[in-house]
């Protein structure tokens, strides 16, 4: 069975400062597929970044980073100096990498609020 | 290229009636995806199509929800005889492509209200 755990459910920081929202998975499998989705009050779930199990190399995108750890199942999301439009429900996710796999089984989701 | 259209955006309806949701996927996506949220929760996978294939159903999928997705192109998500524990999101995705790499995208939803 796979599982993703996002203790943290609400966080709530001043604008600039940075914030990592911690996310923690259990699978079975060897190879995988893990995600980051953010969910403004639209309700649209936005598509933020895809990691390869294999792949353990941190990446950054302009303000935001990701912490991949296979060895402690974990897969951190980072926003540094944030800003008010960050705020939002941040989704953490997991996907079996095998033929057929189609499913993402998310986390509850942590609420951000980044006040000015 | 728009992305995944869902209607109707919200709908209230009384318990033991029918309702129904449309999702249109990205243009040219083979698979479609139905998820559903609870307040305070992480999206649940429901069902997934490829083409007009439905490939796979979640226990979540009592006998009183039904997909379809007849041409391959939109699909629809029906409930029959509501109950008030409908009341949730469910949210409509889409993907190109046939490996579980591919990055799903998703609608803005549809709110149901059950009362």
């Known amino acids: 069975a796979q599982k993703v755990t996002q203790a943290q459910t609400e966080i709530s920081v001043v604008e600039k400062e940075d914030v990592t929202l911690d996310c923690v998975y259990e699978t079975r499998d060897t190879t995988y597929y893990l995600f980051w989705y953010k969910q403004p009050p639209s309700g649209e779930l936005v598509f933020l970044i895809r990691?390869?199990?294999?792949?353990?190399q941190n990446e950054i995108s302009g303000r935001y980073s990701w912490n991949f750890q296979k060895s402690t199942s974990s897969f951190n999301f980072t926003i540094t100096a944030s800003q008010v439009v960050d705020s939002a429900v941040y989704f953490c996710?997991?996907?079996?990498?095998?033929?057929?796999?189609?499913?993402?089984?998310f986390g509850q989701g942590t609420r951000l609020t980044i006040n000015p | 290229d728009t992305g995944v259209s869902q209607n109707p955006r919200h709908k209230i309806t009384k318990r033991g009636q029918n309702v129904t949701f449309r999702c249109d996927p990205i243009s040219e996506h083979n698979r479609l995806y139905w998820y559903r949220q609870t307040l305070g929760q992480g999206p649940e996978f429901l069902t997934y199509f490829q083409n007009e294939a439905q490939l796979e159903k979640s226990r979540l999928l009592s006998d009183r929800f039904s997909a379809e997705r007849p041409k391959g192109s939109f699909s629809t998500l029906e409930i029959q005889r509501t109950e008030q524990g409908d009341s949730a999101m469910y949210l409509c995705?889409?993907?190109?492509?046939?490996?579980?790499?591919?990055?799903?995208?998703f609608g803005e939803g549809s709110w149901l209200t059950v009362v």
């Open positions: 996710a997991l996907r079996r990498r095998a033929q057929g796999a189609q499913k993402l089984v």
């Open positions: 990691r390869n199990s294999f792949d353990e």
């Open positions: 995705a889409s993907s190109l492509g046939v490996y579980s790499g591919n990055t799903i995208y």
